[in-house]
């Protein structure tokens, strides 16, 4: 019965001097238990100077104690090896796949407590103990467990690589240090790693900084989302009211106009009912006298006829125009079409004004808009691809390179009809509309070219300040030929120096209203910068003299 209650590990039955069982237990007055022997050996030959001290926990006594023999606890190891039980360590205490294991234990090993950095042994607690005892074996370098060990040896001279090479920043041995690392900048690895955890907790200290400096800004970027979600919130209700307020009043004035309609056709209908009974009343007075005409003419009687006669009624005169025209279902025709006139100019005002809207939607902004780009790297990332927009060219361009580039020829491309058509300017728009930051780059050939921005609602006919990209106030153009540039906006040429070159970068920040204009070769050259607001989304355009060619460079 007693036997099955014991569970005991090796440690409390071994001795920690000789890591085997007890053998003739004693215990001293701290209470630790050694072989009697293993401690009067290690008594008289490492502490030959009184007083004496526990090996485990360094208690020490002004006597020397007096060893007498545990024998309850010697009767216990004498009972485990009769019934040939063993103490064990408890499961957890055993070394798995991912554990670094003791390299002493025999048989099942027990998990490693410390590897050693110069015997390049791991050791569990118990085969640990001399490193703890032993004089010569404290001045080890005891680390956390590891399965590395072998990383630490020279692997051409199998030494412990003690001696760090900076000129190569790598760890070698001292053989290393005669031969090929020889007149180097070397330190001991024991110095390279106190600078270098000098320096690790420099960069701790600016990791810790930067992430207090990021997790205060993660709060201002929360606070930021609920201000901005308040604020859509409130501009949601308040657009709510403005329209609810429109609908509102455009039913009252649908009301109005369906009550006058109405009225008016009440009046209508009694003014044509009026009328009707008083026809109808006529006729019945017609057929009344007809019926007495015809009864007199039926008269055989001469006398009786001509005393009769003057005793008719005369006819009276008709009170109403034989003239009445019918019009079906077109009296009230006008005032359809005033009401249809009210709505197409107010879809026209939307139409101009939603434009509006929508980019002042858009330009809502929590960060500042960012500078403008110092070299070519930094437009870059904002290249847009950008195409030609075949609806819009004059028929005298033609299109080709996937609708990046546009040739002024003089046949004539079979383009279909198209109202976005330039019909007179040999010009071209981009497919794609231009809003937020970008940039595009325009190779040119021949006589000139304009490089030009435009809004989709420029004319695509009638005369030059009508449609020539520069020569309004909806298109701006840089002007390049072979004598220089010059810029032109609303009719109003300016003069522009810088490198000639044949290629053209553009770059446009539509919320901060920048247009740039650079001279592209192996550096970046300002031509000319615009500073506006733009009311609605660009295009980018061409515009060619004769022999003259552009393409919308590829910069992806």
């Known amino acids: 019965m007693a036997q099955k209650g014991v569970h005991l590990d090796q440690e409390t039955i071994s001795c920690s001097i000789c890591l085997d069982l007890l053998k003739d237990p004693v215990t001293i007055p701290c209470g630790h238990s050694y072989c009697m022997n293993c401690i009067k050996t290690h008594w008289d030959e490492k502490e030959k100077k009184k007083p004496h001290s526990c090996p485990h926990c360094r208690q020490t006594f002004r006597r020397t104690p007096v060893l007498l023999k545990n024998t309850m606890l010697a009767d216990l190891v004498e009972q485990l090896k009769k019934t040939g039980l063993q103490a064990a360590p408890a499961d957890h205490c055993y070394a798995g796949p991912e554990d670094v294991s003791c390299d002493v234990c025999t048989g099942r090993k027990l998990k490693a407590f410390k590897s050693c950095l110069v015997c390049l042994v791991s050791y569990c607690e118990k085969h640990l103990q001399p490193h703890y005892d032993v004089a010569q074996l404290k001045k080890h370098k005891l680390v956390d467990p590891s399965n590395k060990l072998q990383e630490n040896i020279c692997s051409r001279h199998n030494e412990v690589m003690e001696i760090f090479c900076r000129t190569d920043q790598q760890c070698i041995c001292y053989l290393c240090l005669m031969e090929e690392h020889k007149g180097h900048d070397t330190v001991s690895a024991a110095a390279e790693r106190t600078e270098r955890q000098r320096e690790l907790e420099v960069s701790q200290l600016n990791i810790q900084k930067r992430i207090q400096d990021r997790e205060k800004d993660v709060k201002l970027l929360q606070q930021e989302v609920e201000n901005i979600n308040l604020s859509a919130d409130k501009a949601v209700e308040d657009n709510e009211k403005v329209f609810t307020e429109?609908?509102?009043?455009?039913?009252?004035?649908?009301?109005?106009?369906?009550?006058?309609?109405?009225?008016?056709?009440?009046?209508?209908?009694?003014?044509?009912?009026?009328?009707?009974?008083?026809?109808?009343?006529?006729?019945?007075?017609?057929?009344?006298?007809?019926?007495?005409?015809?009864?007199?003419?039926?008269?055989?009687?001469?006398?009786?006829?001509?005393?009769?006669?003057?005793?008719?009624?005369?006819?009276?005169?008709?009170?109403?125009?034989?003239?009445?025209?019918?019009?079906?279902?077109?009296?009230?025709?006008?005032?359809?079409?005033?009401?249809?006139?009210?709505?197409?100019?107010?879809?026209?005002?939307?139409?101009?004004?939603?434009?509006?809207?929508?980019?002042?939607?858009?330009?809502?902004?929590?960060?500042?808009?960012?500078?403008?780009?110092?070299?070519?790297?930094?437009?870059?990332?904002?290249?847009?691809?950008?195409?030609?927009?075949?609806?819009?060219?004059?028929?005298?361009?033609?299109?080709?390179?996937?609708?990046?580039?546009?040739?002024?020829?003089?046949?004539?491309?079979?383009?279909?009809?198209?109202?976005?058509?330039?019909?007179?300017?040999?010009?071209?728009?981009?497919?794609?509309?231009?809003?937020?930051?970008?940039?595009?780059?325009?190779?040119?050939?021949?006589g000139g070219v304009d490089v030009a921005v435009a809004y989709k609602i420029i004319s695509r006919k009638g005369g030059k300040s009508e449609c020539v990209f520069g020569w309004n106030d909806k298109s701006w153009a840089l002007r390049c030929d072979k004598n220089g540039y010059n810029f032109e906006y609303n009719n109003v040429q300016t003069p522009v120096s810088g490198p000639q070159s044949s290629r053209v970068g553009v770059y446009l920040d539509h919320r901060a209203g920048i247009l740039s204009f650079y001279s592209v070769s192996e550096t970046m050259t300002l031509l000319h910068r615009v500073q506006t607001a733009f009311t609605q989304p660009l295009y980018a355009g061409l515009c060619f003299d004769s022999g003259s060619s552009a393409e919308l460079c590829k910069l992806k």
């Open 246 to 446: 429109l609908i509102r009043l455009m039913e009252e004035k649908r009301s109005d106009v369906k009550q006058k309609v109405r009225s008016q056709q009440r009046t209508e209908v009694s003014q044509v009912k009026e009328l009707q009974e008083k026809l109808e009343q006529e006729i019945s007075e017609l057929k009344r006298n007809n019926a007495e005409l015809k009864k007199l003419s039926h008269t055989e009687d001469h006398n009786q006829f001509l005393h009769n006669y003057p005793s008719l009624s005369p006819l009276s005169e008709s009170t109403y125009s034989s003239s009445i025209r019918i019009r079906p279902l077109s009296y009230f025709k006008d005032v359809t079409a005033a009401v249809s006139e009210v709505r197409d100019k107010l879809q026209e005002v939307l139409k101009d004004k939603w434009i509006n809207i929508s980019l002042t939607v858009t330009e809502v902004n929590v960060f500042p808009s960012e500078s403008e780009p110092k070299i070519r790297a930094g437009f870059l990332k904002y290249s847009r691809e950008i195409t030609l927009n075949s609806n819009t060219a004059n028929k005298r361009l033609l299109l080709s390179d996937g609708q990046r580039k546009a040739t002024l020829i003089r046949k004539h491309q079979s383009y279909s009809r198209h109202p976005d058509r330039f019909t007179e300017c040999l010009q071209v728009l981009s497919r794609e509309s231009l809003t937020g930051r970008c940039y595009w780059e325009v190779e040119w050939r021949g």
